[in-house]
């Protein structure tokens, strides 16, 4: 094969792999992740028709490990569809703090939303334990209004 008909080939080779990569879903599982004082976190964000946000939140930690859990959480609207922006949840830095002592935690906070659109809600918890250091554990979710 001539050099001109390999590059030809490794062109469209090239443009193949490309527009699968665009076009073919992805396997999107992540694998599960090891953590030293939590074994499961998660947050399910919601919004009603009235424009109320939910946001449930659950951490369980590990029975004699888990010593405390902090979360630390924000809302945030997207605006012109490309740039986020924080919403006034009323607390200080529009952010909402909470902790708790118990090896487990679970929570709805809630809000009211002053206009519709796509908001984005993050949430980071940091696990203490004497499991070792501190898992520190950050999930989004969006919702739309």
């Excluded at 809302?75 to 922006?85: A, N, P, R, S, Y």
Aim: hydrophobic residues 35%; charged residues 10%.
């Amino acid at each position: 094969m001539n050099t001109m008909a390999k590059r030809g080939t490794m062109f469209a080779l090239a443009l193949l792999m490309l527009v699968m990569s665009i076009f073919v879903p992805q396997n999107t599982a992540k694998a599960a992740m090891m953590y030293n004082n939590t074994n499961s976190a998660s947050m399910l964000v919601s919004i009603n028709t009235s424009g109320m946000l939910s946001a449930k939140l659950n951490v369980m930690g590990m029975n004699g490990k888990t010593t405390r859990i902090e979360t630390s959480l924000y809302v945030e609207k997207k605006i012109l569809g490309l740039f986020w922006t924080r919403v006034d949840i009323g607390y200080s830095d529009n952010t909402w703090h909470d902790t708790t002592t118990n090896y487990y935690y679970s929570h709805t906070f809630s809000c009211n939303l002053n206009s519709t659109g796509t908001y984005r809600v993050t949430v980071t918890y940091t696990v203490s334990g004497n499991g070792g250091n501190n898992d520190v554990i950050t999930i989004t979710d969006t919702a739309t209004y």
